[in-house]
């Protein structure tokens, strides 16, 4: 089963930038689905943004137009651009790949803080 690994996390002031990606311990070629998921505290997680093997895409109302979701196959990453972040951006943000009729995979999660 493939295990996924995020990185690029941290602090960040408001209207600043960061890249998160998330790394695939096997191939994502044939993986339907696979998205970025956060949860603030007191908050349930969400869907922040996902991309299909199709290549499409799909993102939450607050991010559009701030953040770009995109899927390598070939290296087996996904990333999440994520410009213009505002303070209620902050989360713990988790990588995910969902196949059809089985469990989803989950990473480990990275920390978003943006705060002045």
């Known amino acids: 089963q493939v295990q996924l690994v995020e990185s690029g996390g941290g602090l960040v002031q408001p209207g600043g930038s960061l890249r998160l990606s998330c790394a695939a311990s096997?191939?994502?070629?044939?993986?339907?689905?696979m998205g970025w998921y956060r949860q603030a505290p007191g908050k349930q997680r969400e869907l922040v943004a996902s991309?299909?093997?199709?290549?499409?895409?799909y993102y939450e109302d607050s991010v559009k137009g701030r953040f770009t979701i995109s899927r390598d196959n070939a290296k087996n990453t996904l990333s999440l651009q994520m410009n213009s972040l505002k303070p209620e951006d902050t989360a713990a943000y988790y990588c995910?790949?969902?196949?059809?009729?089985?469990?989803?995979?989950w990473g480990q999660g990275t920390q978003v803080t943006v705060s002045s």
């Open positions: 991309v299909r093997n199709s290549g499409a895409t």
């Open positions: 995910n790949a969902r196949n059809l009729g089985t469990a989803d995979i």
């Open positions: 096997g191939s994502i070629f044939s993986i339907y689905v």
